[in-house]
């Protein structure tokens, strides 16, 4: 795979990252329904064997599991890769996740990180969350500035080597800016969540700062493996299964587009996921996209969206799929 510059930063990343949300198992609020951590090791693996060479997870995702389940899979590699995680939201006993911007929260998850990955220092720590639940950032002790500032003191002490945004406007990128230089924003993109196309895609690119996007696919909705009856089936802990893309009406919407991404897959030699893939690469501004795996059968329906470049024709039967009407 070829690679490309994250942002100002020296780290050269290819264009899919494997993404480690839903190998945080189950049993917590935002979870994917039960995971095999072997299954998810042996993903991880295959997933490096073709080549990509980052990770993406948080400390939140299995509230500490996919963490440590990546440090399982990385220790002992030859050459290992770089290792993206975030911070802001943290849990307590019972479970429950709140979301801190305080500087000793940020400093006790960074120590919590590390040693969860077995790691002397994070390649990008980004910050999970500007505000949360759709609520203001008042509501949250602490500010993006203070946060900033404490990531700031880390990398300084060598324990972080960049520091990323997640789920920020342009406005809040701005102001994490005045605080320190930014490697990074990780976004929601995907052929249903175009809304940062407006502002805050561009302010990314004028600013420099690298974009890793998450959800490319939709959280799986976009792989042409998807159906109603396997959403009906999802595990009760799935939290897809309270999303309104997964409920009508927009389900028999974005399941006309995977047909539309079908047939371009088939003229391809590709999958319908890695045409979904790939059309969020293809916009200037995104550097890659994490591609979440659970198992390494996944890998091979994603991998060959780094390569793929759609081309003008590709492009409008998409925006044509995507406006098309019920027969």
């Known amino acids: 795979m070829t690679l490309r510059r994250l942002g100002q930063s020296d780290l050269k990343i290819t264009p899919i990252g494997i993404g480690a949300w839903a190998i945080g198992g189950g049993s917590w609020e935002f979870a994917w329904g039960p995971q095999d951590d072997e299954e998810s090791i042996a993903a991880i693996r295959a997933g490096l064997d073709r080549g990509i060479n980052w990770i993406d997870t948080a400390a939140v995702y299995g509230l500490g599991h996919s963490e440590t389940i990546v440090g ?57 969350w500007p505000a949360w639940r759709g609520g203001p950032e008042s509501d949250s002790p602490g500010s993006i500035e203070e946060t900033v500032g404490a990531l700031a003191l880390l990398q300084r002490e060598g324990k972080i080597r960049n520091i990323g945004l997640s789920n920020f406007n342009a406005k809040q990128m701005q102001r994490a800016l005045n605080v320190a230089p930014i490697t990074s924003l990780q976004p929601p993109y995907s052929l249903l969540a175009r809304d940062v196309e407006s502002s805050i895609l561009p302010f ?124």
């Open 72 to 128: 399982r899979a990385v220790k002992g590699l030859r050459q290992r890769p770089y290792i993206f995680t975030k911070c802001s939201l943290v849990w307590d006993d019972s479970g429950n996740v709140s979301h801190s911007l305080k500087s000793a929260s940020i400093r006790r998850e960074a120590e919590a990180s590390l040693m969860r990955l077995g790691l002397d220092a994070i390649d990008l720590y980004q910050i999970h």
């Open 204 to 327: 990314a690119r004028e600013h420099q700062i690298g974009v890793i996007v998450y959800s490319p696919m939709a959280s799986g909705l976009l792989t042409g493996a998807m159906t109603r009856e396997r959403i009906a089936a999802l595990p009760e802990d799935d939290w897809r299964k309270r999303n309104p893309n997964f409920q009508e009406p927009f389900l028999s919407r974005n399941l006309r587009l995977v047909e539309t991404l079908r047939a371009i897959a088939k003229r391809r030699n590709a999958t319908p996921g890695e045409v979904a893939i790939a059309w969020t690469l293809r916009n200037p501004a995104v550097t890659g996209a994490i591609v979440g795996i659970r198992s390494e059968q996944q890998v091979s329906g994603i991998a060959g969206a780094a390569d793929l470049e759609l081309n003008a024709d590709d492009m409008l039967e998409i925006e044509q799929g995507l406006t098309q009407k019920a027969a």
